[in-house]
């Protein structure tokens, strides 16, 4: 009923009306049976798993250094095309909250863009996947310095033609925020980003959440308990215990970070405050129906603002969903081939 009720506010008319005149070659999203409804659209890919693999590519592995004197790596899987296009720029995608390079959404986009022949570039966030064995400490939404770092880290013969990051959900709030602050990339996009984090995080608290909670919760506990030596006694007995994510971030992910807690980590990386200092091409892809992030950050914001930035905002589609009929292909893959094109 909430999301009902926002859905026909002036300000969501104003907002889907903006991204509708910003946008009008993007093909509109209508959901595939038997994928119906968020939440549907949103356990697709842990049902089913990936419909598109890169069979018979395993890509060159890759590690990384940061400079943060941590002596961490970042663990990274580099894909090349059978078929490259000419002036393909590399394409970095990084992946959400509890996820890694064999996440289904990497995997898909993974397959349908060299299909089309673009380098792709498979990035595992700090203490993530690959990375996991490699590093002490763990990423966040905002730690911008270590996609910096990866970037910076790459063959140039990789990024001969300039870089587009793609991030989802979590890694799409980071990837929004690079944009703002650093140069050299020739396009972002953001997928299911949660650009209000304290919103994001209150909204698991709802009851009808609370299933996906215990998922991502436990995704999240067993991913830094996994670091070994990197954490302490105290904070290896503290984890089991905690209950929400947003206690989790309070008590692990904040103190760890230099943040004085929760609501400190929250308001100094939310990629909502950097939207309008973003200088380059940008799709923004978010359904107003996910059911993990509440979308009246995306409708309660002026996209006219920034005419760099191409929001895209259908009704429905979930969390990373976006199972449209038109194709097997997921409909935010189709319209980032779309914004690749353009560039």
Same mark, same amino acid.
């Not at 790459?154 to 140069?183: F, H």
């Not at 206690?247 to 929250?266: K, L, Q």
């Not at 760099?308 to 429905?316: A, E, G, K, T, V």
């Given at each position: ?11 969501? @008319? ?37 419909? +598109? ?10 590690? %990384?250094?940061?400079?943060? /004197?941590? /002596? ?52 595992? %966030? ?60 020739? /396009? ?9 984090? *304290? ?5 698991? +608290? ?7 909670? @215990? ?13 070994? $030596? ?19 971030? $309070? ?8 943040? =004085? ?10 990629? +909502? ?15 107003? $129906? ?5 979308? =009246? ?11 760099? +930035? ?16 038109? *194709?097997?292909?997921?409909?935010? $893959? ?10």
């Amino acid at each position: 009923g909430e999301l009902r009720r926002r859905h026909t506010t002036p300000a969501t @008319k104003r907002a889907l009306e903006s991204a509708r005149m910003a946008t009008p070659d993007f093909p509109t999203f209508t959901p595939r049976a038997p994928w119906l409804g968020a939440d549907l659209q949103t356990l697709r890919n842990i049902l089913r798993g990936p419909v +598109l693999t890169p069979e018979g590519r395993r890509g060159e592995r890759l590690v %990384l250094p940061l400079s943060d /004197g941590s /002596g961490d790596r970042l663990a990274a899987r580099l894909y090349e095309p059978e078929k490259p296009r000419d002036d393909a720029p590399l394409v970095v995608l990084v992946h959400g909250l509890g996820g890694t390079e064999d996440s289904t959404y990497v995997q898909v986009t993974t397959s349908h863009l060299l299909s089309l022949g673009y380098p792709i570039l498979q990035l595992n %966030l700090r203490g993530a996947g690959a990375s996991r064995p490699l590093c002490r400490e763990q990423y966040h939404a905002g730690r911008t310095s270590d996609f910096r770092d990866a970037l910076a880290a790459l063959p140039a013969a990789a990024t001969r033609n300039g870089i587009v990051a793609v991030g989802y959900s979590l890694g799409g709030n980071m990837i929004l925020k690079y944009a703002a602050e650093y140069t050299g990339l020739r /396009g972002a996009v953001s997928i299911s980003a949660p650009i209000d984090l *304290s919103a994001a995080s209150h909204r698991f +608290l709802d009851r009808r959440n609370r299933l996906y909670l @215990k998922y991502l919760l436990g995704r999240m506990k067993q991913e830094t308990l996994a670091a070994g $030596d990197g954490l302490s006694d105290e904070e290896r007995a503290l984890i089991p215990k905690l209950r929400s994510i947003m206690e989790f971030d $309070d008590r692990i992910v904040a103190p760890r970070n230099g943040y =004085s807690g929760a609501a400190d980590y929250y308001a100094q990386n939310n990629a +909502l405050q950097f939207l309008d200092a973003i200088d380059l091409p940008t799709l923004v892809i978010h359904a107003l $129906d996910d059911p993990w992030i509440p979308a =009246s950050a995306y409708t309660d914001h002026s996209w006219e603002r920034n005419p760099r +930035l191409q929001p895209l905002l259908p009704r429905s589609g979930g969390h990373v969903g976006f199972h449209a009929r038109e *194709s097997r292909v997921p409909w935010h $893959d189709r319209c980032l081939e779309i914004f690749l094109e353009r560039l």
